[in-house]
C-alpha cells in the first residue's frame, strides 16, 4: 500500500526565520513527488519532483528528491507571514493514472 | 486563463439528506478528479475521469456517492444519503493531458457542513 508521512505535523516559526519540510513515501512505482501550499483555499502547486529532475528552486523556497532515502526536504529562507500555510506533499497511486495520494500536510505558523 | 471552478462554496444540509456539488475544469483539460479533504486530512480521492469515462473510483463510497462527467467537461458528485462523516471539502481538480505525468490545477473547493 502506498504511504505519504509528513513531518511535523505543525510548525510556528518567527519571520525571518528558515524552515524545513519533510516528505517520506513507500510507493511500488515511482513516477514522481510534488508539493502543493494550501492557503483558505485551492491547493496551489509549487514544485513537481520526477528522476530527471531532483532539485527545484523558486525564489525562496526550494526542493530536493532523495530516491535512496525515499524523501524529499522543502525549505523555506527567511520566512514571512505570507508563508503561513499547510504545506502538502504527494505522490501519484502506483495504480491509478495520476490521481495524487496527499500526506496528511506539515501547518506552518509564521509570526511577527 | 480561468481555473477551476466550483460550486456551491459552502453547503449546509442535515443527515441524511442529499447534495451536489458541481466542478467546470480548465478549458482543454481532459482528466478530472473529485478529492474530499477533512479537516486536519490531506485530500483523498474520490474519483478520476478521463474525458468522459471514469479511470478510478475504487474509493468512492458507492452506496451513497455517485458523479458523472456526461459531455466529458463539467462534473457533478452527489452525496445521497449525507452521513455526519461526510463533512469535509470536497475539491475538484484538473489536468491538461491524460496518461502524462504533470502538476494538477485545484478549484477552492466546496466546504460541507452536515448538522
Known amino acids: 500500500e502506498d504511504k505519504v508521512v509528513q513531518s511535523p505535523l505543525s510548525l510556528v516559526v518567527h519571520e525571518g526565520d528558515t524552515v524545513t519540510l519533510n516528505c517520506s513515501y513507500e510507493v511500488t512505482n515511482f513516477r514522481s513527488l510534488l508539493w502543493y501550499k494550501q492557503e483558505k483555499k485551492a491547493p496551489t502547486f509549487l514544485f513537481m519532483l520526477t528522476s530527471s529532475g531532483i532539485e527545484k528552486k523558486s525564489g525562496r523556497l526550494s526542493s530536493i528528491l532523495d530516491k535512496k532515502e525515499l524523501s524529499s526536504i522543502l525549505n523555506i529562507t527567511a520566512t514571512q507571514t505570507g508563508d503561513s500555510a499547510i504545506y502538502l506533499c504527494?505522490?501519484?497511486?502506483?495504480?491509478?493514472?495520476?490521481?495524487?495520494?496527499f500526506g496528511k500536510g506539515t501547518s506552518l505558523l509564521v509570526t511577527p | 486563463e480561468a481555473g477551476v471552478a466550483q460550486s456551491p462554496r459552502y453547503k449546509i444540509i442535515e443527515k441524511r439528506q442529499s447534495v451536489a456539488f458541481w466542478c467546470n475544469p480548465i478549458?482543454?483539460?481532459?482528466?478530472l478528479y473529485w478529492y474530499q479533504q477533512i479537516l486536519g486530512q490531506g485530500p483523498k480521492l474520490l474519483i478520476q475521469?478521463?474525458?468522459?469515462?471514469?479511470?478510478?473510483d475504487s474509493q468512492l463510497p458507492k452506496d451513497r456517492f455517485s458523479a458523472e462527467r456526461l459531455k466529458g467537461v463539467d462534473s457533478t458528485l452527489k452525496i445521497q444519503p449525507a452521513k455526519l462523516e461526510d463533512s469535509a471539502v470536497y475539491l475538484c481538480?484538473?489536468?491538461?493531458?491524460?496518461?502524462?505525468?504533470?502538476?494538477?490545477?485545484f478549484g477552492d473547493g466546496t466546504r460541507l457542513s452536515i448538522l
Open positions: 475521469f478521463q474525458n468522459n469515462g471514469v479511470v478510478d
Open positions: 504527494a505522490l501519484p497511486y502506483s495504480n491509478s493514472g495520476y490521481a495524487l495520494n
Open positions: 481538480a484538473s489536468s491538461p493531458r491524460p496518461g502524462v505525468n504533470q502538476p494538477q490545477h
Open positions: 478549458s482543454g483539460h481532459a482528466t
